[in-house]
């Protein structure tokens, strides 16, 4: 397919969505959007507990640094049992002695069993210090064999589908950053209440990558291409990743125009690991001032970001491990 001919169906397909509504707090600045069929009011930048986080040193640092994001008003935390085996859930724990949880609070598993993800999670509520997280996402969707092990019976699913029954989870959803056609079929075949993928101006896809130079399964290939029009279509909420590709793409194009991008995507929130407050800081400015790019601007800086560098990071992803 010629580049001109995949460019005219990229930009035809995407912009047949609809721009996420947004609204602004009037006591923070912070735009909200709502995070699909749950109906909850999450802020457009959504805080990244994981190794970036982690990167602060020291549980004090780490939670001063969340709750600067907080007082800003972001109010959705992104966390995992595997982010420093726990160590980020234990001090999202010690944040919370004292006080009331004011926050959306995702976390996610990377069990595959049902019986180890009910162990994981009880461990999870016990790390945390609180009775239930609202929104618990299969961590890191692989293959199409993952999906079977998620699929199969007594296998993670079946928890997910006993835990939000049985209310001891409000939502549940997964998450995917290596290979966008297997999300596909996820979304189709289940009933998540939210996902989140890998969305940057790499348009990133990482299934099956090209080792040859210039070559990579980004465009059509990409998460923005395939998996996000199935939320569209399923009214689920989703939250944005790897909006940096963790750092991979600094440099290639401006930081705040690559938030920009994320955000100017249908997404509920984009989900950002920041290691240091001078980043949080530029975030917060960058989220409290956005305003959404059209696709024209859009097109333009992806196609600013060399191939080379798309098919790079698509190689990286593709066997990379969230932890």
């Known amino acids: ?16 969505w609809t721009a996420q509504a947004t609204e602004v707090d009037p006591k923070t600045g912070m735009p909200m959007r709502v995070l699909g069929r749950t109906g909850q009011k999450v802020s457009l930048l959504a805080f990244g507990s994981g190794s970036r986080w982690l990167m602060y040193g020291s549980a004090d640092k780490g939670i001063a640094a969340m709750e600067k994001a907080l007082q800003s008003g972001v109010n959705y935390i992104d966390t995992a049992q595997s982010y420093g085996d726990g160590q980020s859930e234990t001090w999202i724990g010690q944040m919370l ?16 069993t049902a019986d180890d993800t ?38 993670v699913l079946e928890a997910l589908y006993k835990l939000r029954d049985q209310k001891a989870v409000r939502f549940i959803g997964i998450t995917c950053h290596s290979n966008p056609a297997v999300l596909k079929v996820a979304l189709e075949r289940h009933d998540f209440d939210s996902t989140q993928m890998a969305l940057n101006v790499a348009r990133m896809g990482g299934a099956a990558p090209s080792n040859k130079p ?16 199935v939320v569209q279509r399923k009214k689920m909420g989703v939250t944005a990743m790897k909006v940096f590709a963790q750092e991979k793409l600094l440099g290639k194009a401006p930081v705040e125009a690559m938030l920009r991008y994320a955000m100017s995507l249908p997404v509920c929130a984009a989900v950002v690991g920041m290691p240091k407050i ?16 059209n696709r024209s601007e859009m097109e333009s ?23």
């Open 118 to 155: 009910m162990r994981e999670y009880e461990a999870s509520l016990k790390r945390l210090g609180v009775p239930h997280v609202d929104l618990l996402h299969i961590h890191s969707l692989g293959g199409e064999d993952d999906l079977d092990k998620i699929e199969a019976k007594g296998g």
């Open 214 to 229: 210039g070559e990579g399964m980004t465009g059509l290939s990409g998460f923005e291409a395939i998996a996000l029009p």
């Open 1 to 16: 397919m010629s580049l001109s001919r995949r460019s005219f169906i990229e930009t035809a397909a995407l912009s047949a």
């Open 301 to 323: 800086l992806s196609d600013s970001v060399a191939t080379k560098w798309k098919a790079s990071i698509d190689r990286h992803f593709h066997n990379h491990a969230d932890a």
């Open 278 to 293: 001078e980043q949080l800081e530029a975030n917060i400015q960058a989220a409290k001032s956005f305003r959404p790019m």
């Open 97 to 112: 002695k004292g006080r009331k949880k004011d926050f959306f609070l995702a976390s996610k598993t990377l069990a595959r």
